[in-house]
DNA sequence: GTATCTGCAAAACATTTGCAATTCT
DNA sequence: AGAATTGCAAATGTTTTGCAGATAC
């Protein structure tokens, strides 16, 4: 669900009490669609919630993919990066600003052969370049 | 390259002096094709090369990455694995044996959309579930 | 003999764990 | 009160860095 109205209403529907700390995390996963780090999320909400410690985001995110509220991007080894977007999408990171964008995967177009009578659960896209934003700053 | 006769060759033609630490991490990595860690490397070749440490598997796989001999593969957060087939190709990896396992990727050009202008550089197509075997057993 | 490469030890990071204090119901 | 949650501090695990010795050209 990208579109919440009641984030703790949505919360429970996951069976996650909705805390503070974890409405805050989630609220911020929504608005800002920024695809975070742990360590981005504690560096912009520890002025909003003075006690927040980088324990309770782990704590959180763990609980949020666990049931389904959130996923994990791995599109870097070195960074681990959370979407509260849990629909079938891809992610482009532009390895010139490090953005990270969404895009839409059309499953019909992609051919996976070589792995016939396996079941998958879980598609990972991740696509990386440089976006346009930066490409037009190049011919500068 | 996924078949190579000539490793010493191979790397050089890479830019990359074939040192014997060198030759045998790609002769592992080309054999085996096992997408292994740098501790399954380690674990694996320690023997074969008694002073091998874990810091020369860092830097070499680094040094084969950035030079187009080995890709990484994230497909799991705790586990930087790595991969001497560059070519585009996919990987799954399967929840209950862990193994990874190579498979074939169609690209078709509407498989992707919200990109548009972007360049892409790389594409890591990462899919999870149950291999084929796994599931046979399931069903004793 | 000068560059490069290797590998030990220490440092740097990210993440997890143990546990006590706090907060809910 | 009792259960769940938070957050500090310590532990863990992985990767990087500094550097001295070994090796290659």
């Given at each position: 669900m990208v579109e919440v109205e009641n984030i703790g209403q949505y919360l429970t529907s996951k069976d996650i009490r909705p805390s503070m700390q974890r409405v805050k995390i989630l609220e911020y996963l929504l608005k800002r669609?920024?695809?975070?780090?742990?360590d981005t999320i504690y560096n912009d909400l520890k002025d909003e919630i003075l006690t927040l410690s980088k324990t309770t985001i782990y704590n959180t995110l763990k609980l949020f993919v666990e049931n389904g509220v959130a996923i994990v991007i791995n599109i870097e080894d070195n960074e681990t990066r959370y979407d509260a977007d849990t629909s079938l999408h891809g992610h482009f990171k532009c390895t010139k600003c490090d953005g990270v964008f969404?895009?839409?995967?059309?499953?019909?177009?992609?051919?996976?052969?070589?792995?016939?009578?396996?079941?998958?659960?879980?598609?990972?896209?991740?696509?990386?370049?440089?976006?346009?934003?930066?490409?037009?700053?190049?011919?500068?």
């Open positions: 669609r920024n695809h975070p780090t742990v969404d895009f839409t995967v059309n499953l019909n177009d992609l051919a996976f052969s070589g792995i016939e009578g396996f079941t998958v659960n879980e598609h990972h896209i991740y696509l990386k370049g440089m976006c346009r934003v930066c490409k037009s700053k190049e011919l500068v």
